[in-house]
């Protein structure tokens, strides 16, 4: 199937690592040029220097997303050097899990730059652009925590869903423009912030991470945990050409593991 993709220009936000890189690689490696955001310089040239190797175009921009000027600043710098961006992936690492009786102010505050602030920031720079070409696809990486909370994760639970509820209203304010805007919910994914989450999982319920991804396991009827090309398809898919008509979705790759009917 070809996806219509070769010659986007595609920013994808933390895309060094995870499910961002996993994006990364498969839009460059359906034809994209894509400009990958990270905050670490040794992770982001790693992982650029990875799809150039595999014959993709990759154009690193090092930017902190919860920060509105490295925001703003980053989508600038994409403009000058590949041109307007036509594919827009919101993403960023997860904020502290913790009960609500842990959490401060302080950790409010980090959270809503990191998940919901870095969204309409990035949001803000790229959509002009995409309304004048009357093109765009703008894809936000959420959680399943946006549909059916998870315990201990406060901070996830409640900003993705502020992010969710910002992406459809936002894909209805667009869609005569030719911009879709659909929200993507990884659930238990191999990645290195699942790993870190296992961790501080198994400190707090005094138990081994491998236990709590077991756990995990046994609550996914596939009675696996997802890998971040799988995750990365749905992207692709919704980038594309193809998926047209497609706009205000948030859907689901985890293996079965949200159990309400929609």
């Avoid at 999982?201 to 799988?230: D, F, H, L, N």
């Amino acid at each position: 199937m070809d996806l219509g993709l070769r010659g986007r220009v595609a920013f994808v936000a933390a895309g060094s690592k995870g499910l961002g890189r996993a994006i990364a690689e498969e839009l460059a490696a359906e034809g994209a040029r894509v400009a990958i955001c990270a905050r670490g310089r040794d992770a982001l040239d790693a992982a650029c220097d990875h799809i150039r190797r595999a014959g993709g175009h990759a154009h690193p921009v090092l930017a902190d997303v919860s920060l509105a000027e490295d925001a703003e600043r980053a989508i600038g710098e994409v403009r000058e050097a590949l041109g307007p961006i036509d594919i827009l992936v919101t993403n960023s690492g997860g904020p502290r899990s913790g009960l609500f009786e842990t959490l401060s102010p302080a950790d409010w505050d980090a959270a809503a730059r990191l998940l919901l602030t870095s969204v309409v920031t990035l949001t803000r720079a790229a959509l002009p652009d995409m309304r004048a070409r009357r093109w765009g696809r703008i894809l936000t990486v959420t959680s399943i925590a946006a549909k059916q909370p998870v315990h201990g994760l406060m901070l996830s639970n409640s900003l993705r869903s502020a992010v969710t509820a910002f992406a459809r209203t936002l894909a209805n304010e667009v869609a005569a423009d030719g911009v879709t805007v659909n929200n993507l919910l990884p659930g238990y994914t191999r990645t290195e912030r699942v790993v870190d989450l296992s961790d501080q999982m198994a400190v707090a319920r005094g138990t081994s991470a491998k236990a709590v991804v077991e756990q995990w396991e046994a609550e996914i009827p596939m009675r696996r945990i997802g890998e971040p090309r799988e995750f990365a398809a749905l992207a692709a898919f919704l980038a594309s050409a193809r998926a047209s008509y497609i706009t205000g979705q948030s859907i689901a790759v985890d293996g079965g593991w949200i159990r309400s009917l929609l």
